[in-house]
């Protein structure tokens, strides 16, 4: 499989958190991430845009109201479960899973080498949503 032609389009997941100050510090210091820009008044977080490599995640405080509010729920609020979850290309996913770990990541499914290729393990953050981190890149040519 070799990767698409570049049109300007991508696609950057979205989530919502009760703290989303402290969700930010959080993502940046359990995973890696960047804060790239946030803007927010008081604790409340308007819109804020994370980076990890070349990839982005927006993220915004529950409680703001809106449609967009109407039709989102948080992981606690629905037995803790996720209708979708991120994945995230890392190079070393050891290294990131320590990380992840000693920062109070809740492990949902233990590190291993994966069937189709790469290695990699899923965790939960402090508000409940699952990620994956691993090392198996879909755009790698052959990567399947």
């Not at 604790?43 to 994370?50: E, P, S, T």
């Not at 509010?69 to 995230?88: L, N, Y």
């Amino acid at each position: 499989m070799t990767a698409p032609a570049q049109t300007g389009s991508t696609v950057i997941p979205c989530l919502r958190y009760r703290d989303a100050r402290a969700a930010i510090a959080w993502l940046e210091r359990a995973f890696g991430f960047h804060a790239q820009a946030v803007y927010a008044e008081g604790d409340i977080v308007y819109h804020a845009q994370l980076v990890y490599g070349t990839g982005m995640i927006m993220i915004g405080s529950v409680g703001t109201g809106g449609e967009w509010e109407a039709m989102t729920a948080q992981p606690a609020d629905i037995g803790d479960r996720e209708t979708q979850s991120a994945c995230v290309i890392v190079t070393d996913p050891d290294a990131h899973y320590a990380q992840a770990l000693a920062n109070g990541a809740l492990l949902a499914i233990d590190i291993a080498d994966q069937e189709y290729g790469g290695r990699g393990y899923a965790c939960r953050d402090p508000e409940g949503h699952i990620w994956w981190f691993g090392s198996y890149d879909p755009w790698r040519e052959n990567a399947l």
